[in-house]
């Protein structure tokens, strides 16, 4: 029998589940909808669960990978849990369970901060592509194109490694190089982000 409490906690945010699918959030934070034919990001993740306002798909982690998998919820369950684990963190003092508690919220937050920064150097590559070879390149199109495969193998090295011991060494490290610039992140592409640059960007 599967502890679901305990699996759930151990669970990364949805958005990264999607983004191991090839679904990587727009600034809003939603996705195509991998369950009708999808023009707009109609699918938007709220509280651990998933719901697409357009066919009215919904549920939680395990129902989202049962359904990209093609599998039932028992059995997306049951992937999960070799995947991540189902064994609640030890913890030796409340303090130390606090810590770990803070890291793991620092590390769902990053994740999703990166997948918004991946999304953002995208929209630069595209939208400043510079149409005449004579002139200059716009610097955002020129530091996107060297930005980009970069940000994204970080991605895949630290939040999508597997298995868990690697996962959380690679998160320790990113935690140390790259915390201040989470921190630049979480101030331009914070959650008041999506609504101010979508309609510009759509
Ligand atoms: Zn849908």
Redesign the pocket.
Known sequence: MIDYAALKSRLPPLEVIAAQYGYHPNRSGNIL????P?TRP??SFKNERFH??????RGDAIDLVARFEGITAAQAAQLLADRYGTTPPTVTTSQRDNRIELFNAWTDRAAILWIRYIRLLEHWRDAYRPSDPAQPFDERFNFAVQEIDRADYIFQEVFLAQPREDRFTRLTQFYNEQGDFIKILERHLGDDYGERHEARVA
């Open positions: 909808c991998p369950f009708h999808d109609s699918l697409c306002f357009s066919c009215n798909a």
